[in-house]
């Protein structure tokens, strides 16, 4: 007999990776013959039955909202958000749906919203180096110079090996002033890279939150 449980968490999984390839590698995705679009689709769907697997699992409720912050306009936002705040409430615990929800809020411009998620996330000790790169740019887009270049320098010393927080790095320095260490940053991140390096930088800028 099949697990539901474990069956739905499957799923979901799936529904992450396929919304971090259109996030951030959507170049890649011809490599599994999909487009952007259809990749959002697959991950919707696979979202949508983990949830009909197990309605009070949050992870699935998770990918929809992610899924629906792909999408533009303020109506996508909200909807996401009422998602997200349910699967925050199925788990209060649940690091995604609070980095989710700081996206999400972000975009609204509630920043006072968007930065309780992420302290929450970084107070339980867990996901430190992509709550520090949110915190960071959250801190950069608000004029928080200090508080920016404290948070991303510890992301990158908590994640050397990490392309994406290198590069995120390079935009936080870039926009500090500080043009030759984010150089520094942006050369690391292109030897971790590799080639999906060009196709990620497009991704990114300009930087905003991530989802």
């Known amino acids: 007999m099949r697990d539901p449980t474990l069956e739905a968490l499957a799923k979901a999984t799936l529904a992450h990776g396929l919304i971090q390839l259109v996030v951030h590698f959507p170049e890649t995705l011809s490599e599994i013959a999909l487009t952007p679009s259809e990749a959002l689709e697959r991950a919707w769907e696979l979202a949508e039955q983990a949830v009909a697997l197990k309605p009070t699992l949050a992870d699935g409720h998770v990918a929809l909202g992610r899924a629906l912050l792909c999408h533009d306009g303020p109506e996508a936002i909200d909807d996401a958000i009422a998602v997200l705040n349910h699967a925050h409430a199925l788990d209060p615990d649940h690091d995604g749906a609070e980095m989710a929800l700081a996206a999400a809020f972000n975009e609204r411009g509630e920043w006072t919203m968007a930065l309780g998620h992420v302290d ?17 740019l959250l801190m950069l887009g608000h004029g928080h110079a200090d508080e920016a270049r404290r948070d991303i320098e510890r992301a990158v ?13 390079a935009h936080v320095l870039h926009e500090l002033g500080d ?12 030897a971790l890279l590799g080639p999906a390096f060009a196709a990620v930088k497009r991704s990114l800028l300009p930087a905003t939150a991530a989802t």
């Open 120 to 136: 929450a996330v970084l107070k339980r000790g867990n996901g430190q180096a992509q709550a520090l790169v949110l915190r960071a």
């Open 157 to 169: 010393r908590i994640a050397p090996q990490a392309g994406l927080v290198h590069l995120d790095a």
């Open 179 to 190: 043009h030759e260490r984010a150089q520094l940053h942006e050369e690391r991140a292109q």
